[in-house]
């Protein structure tokens, strides 16, 4: 079994930064895709932004240009760096990876971590 593990969140103010990093452990045989969610109270969870094992990536509309999500493959790390923040990226953040074995592909998530912006 695969263990994601989140770190570095906390509370900040509007227009300061944070870096969350998310290490995988455990039986891991190679982690494809990974990504960053969040849920903000209230709501449903939401993808922040997304690599591929080849480092493409991608990212929604609401962090283009503020959040930049990187890896590390030979310490199966994936961060994300918050920058700009505004209080409505207050939130949860999960970290989430996969893994294809032969026919299967297996989901991981971490437990989340909180982010609070506020001043």
């Known amino acids: 079994q695969v263990q994601l593990v989140e770190s570095g969140g906390g509370s900040v103010q509007p227009g300061g930064s944070l870096r969350l990093s998310c290490a995988a452990s455990g039986r891991i045989f190679r982690i494809n895709d990974m990504a960053w969610y969040r849920q903000a109270p209230g709501k449903q969870r939401e993808l922040v932004a997304d690599i591929t094992i080849s480092g493409s990536t991608s990212y929604q509309e609401f962090v283009k240009g503020r959040f930049t999500i990187s890896r590390d493959n030979a310490k199966n790390t994936v961060y994300l760096q918050l920058n700009s923040l505004k209080p409505e990226d207050t939130a949860v953040y999960y970290c989430?990876?996969?893994?294809?074995?032969?026919?299967?592909?297996?989901?991981?998530w971490g437990k989340g971590i909180l982010v609070n912006v506020s001043s």
């Open positions: 989430y990876g996969d893994e294809e074995l032969g026919h299967e592909r297996r989901d991981y």
